[in-house]
Structure formats: structure tokens, C-alpha cells
């Protein structure tokens, strides 16, 4: 990022909410299950599967725990009343991880066991650095209980291609993303180009061993790359799938589609969208710099 792009990201917290909105309500479905609901139909009438975040990382007591329990199994029940193609994706941190691992452990388990009763599945998001070794030990845990569960890997952490080995080895299901933390160099790859080399290392280690990814990715080379992958190993469409953030790429979206491939679209909502809206932002510093040009003429 260059020293311009800093300065602008360092502004964004002096922009008013309202406009911060304006931009936002195009990746974010809005703050109620009503609203996400609205949005998983609409994706679902143009092909597209969906998963449904609740907004909100890093509770600070067991009471905020308990009730992203109850939002993540009110949207399962919502899922299944209107026959919506959606699964959940859940922050450990908003399980209370930070606070007791434990508690955090029961959390994860009733919301698995509700959707395992939806018949529906569970993607554990990956945070940052700090997580990673606990989140997949408290995702190996609860996968001896429940198999409708899946993890997260971020193809910029230097150890994510001993950690797809490992998870190959145990049949899981895995999303592949770049990641999207700010960690030091000797954790994390730095080069953009060796980020997206180990992407792909880490989804042909997962494909080449059978087990079922999702790409997530709007990079059109990665994109390329995957479907060379899914090509040369003779595989199924049904053994992948692509995987895109709402309000991005929707060219993309539809010329995956239009060939065929499966495609699900990340639909976060919620209250807490305004912090999640700004660390969007704060990746893109180009749509940043739009929204303080109008923060400054008033618009």
C-alpha cells in the first residue's frame, strides 16, 4: 500500500456512517435476518448458493457469545422455512474463543447440532494468526462429532501448506482463500504473486487428494488457474466450487455460472456491519479514496 492509500485509509474513521452506507449496502445485506433472507433468495433465483455471516469478532463476554448462538441458529431456521440455499459461516472469536475455549467449544456445538438437524453445514471462518492453531484443533474436535463442518485456509501464512496436508490426510472440506490480515513477514508471505503461487499449490493439494474446495477468490488468474486444476485432475464440477464475496465481480459471477460451475456468494449482515465495512474498505483503498472525496464535498 502506498504512503497516499495510508493516509486515505486512516481517514475513513472520520467519515460519517450514513455515507460509509452508501458504498456498504452493496457487500453488506443489512442489519436483519429479513434482509438476508431477501438477499440469499435473490442470489438463489440466478443460480447462486450462498453463506450467511453474522457480523461481529471478538465478543468480550459470554452474553454476546450466547446471542451469535441464537442469530446463527435463527438464520439455519430461516434457511429451512424458506427453502433457501445458504449454509453459516461463524467466527470462533464471536463464540466467545478469546474469552473461554471451552465456552466457546459448547457454542459451536449447538450451532452444529442445529444445523445438522437443518440438515444444513458450518464453514469455521479463519481469523488472524492468532487463531489459526486453535481453530483447527477445536475444528478436529467437534469433526469426530459432526461431519457437516468445514475450515478455512489462508494461502498467505507460510505454514497453510503443512496444515492442507494434514487436512487432506482427514477427508475435510476447506475453503482456500489469499487471507486478508495484517501479520509480520516471518508468518506471512509479503509477495503478491508467491501468495497466489501457494493458493494454487494449496487447492491442487486439496483437489489432488479428493477432497472438496471452495476457491474464494475474485482474482480472474486464480479463477483461470482453478478450472486448469479442476480440468486436469478430471474432476466433477460437483468436487468444487467457486466462492465470492456479495457485490463483487458479478461478471465473474455469471460467467462462472453460465459455464456451469457451482459459485456460493458470502452474504454478511447484521448491526456490527459498519467495522466490517470499514476493514473492506481499508483493502480497497481506491473505493476509499471515492468516499472521502465525497465525505470533503459534502455529499
Partial sequence: ????????????????????????KRYVAGESIDAMARTVAALNGRGMAATASVLGEHVANPAEAGDAVQQFIAVLEEATRFHLNTNISVKLTQLGLQIDRDLCEENLRKILASAREHD???????????????????????RRDFENVGVVIQAYLRRSYEDVVALAAEG???????????????IAYKDPEIIRRNFMH????????????????????????????AENLGLEKDRYEFQMLLGVDEEMRKIL???????????????????????????????????????????
Avoid at 1 to 16: G, K, N
Avoid at 132 to 141: A, D, I, Q
Avoid at 202 to 229: F, K, M, P, Q
Fill in 202 to 229: 494449496l487447492v491442487n493439494a486439496l483437489l489432488s487428494r479428493g477432497c472438496y474446495v471452495g476457491i474464494a477468490t475474485h482474482d480472474e488468474r486464480l479463477v483461470w488457474e482453478g478450472l486448469r486444476a
Fill in 1 to 24: 500500500m502506498s504512503t497516499f492509500d495510508r493516509a486515505i485509509v486512516s481517514l475513513l474513521p472520520f467519515v460519517p456512517k450514513p455515507l460509509v452506507w452508501t458504498v456498504s
Fill in 172 to 186: 475435510a472440506n476447506v475453503r482456500v482463500c489469499k487471507g486478508i490480515y495484517i501479520e509480520p513477514r516471518a
Fill in 257 to 299: 455460472l453460465d459455464a456451469g460451475h457451482r459459485l456460493r456468494v458470502y452474504v454478511p449482515f447484521g448491526p456490527q456491519w459498519y467495522a466490517y465495512s470499514l476493514r473492506r474498505l481499508r483493502e480497497n483503498p481506491r473505493i476509499a479514496r471515492y468516499v472521502i472525496e465525497a465525505t470533503l464535498r459534502g455529499k
Fill in 120 to 142: 444444513n453445514f458450518v464453514r469455521i471462518d479463519m481469523e488472524d494468526s492468532s487463531c489459526t492453531s486453535v481453530t483447527l484443533e477445536l475444528y478436529r474436535k467437534v
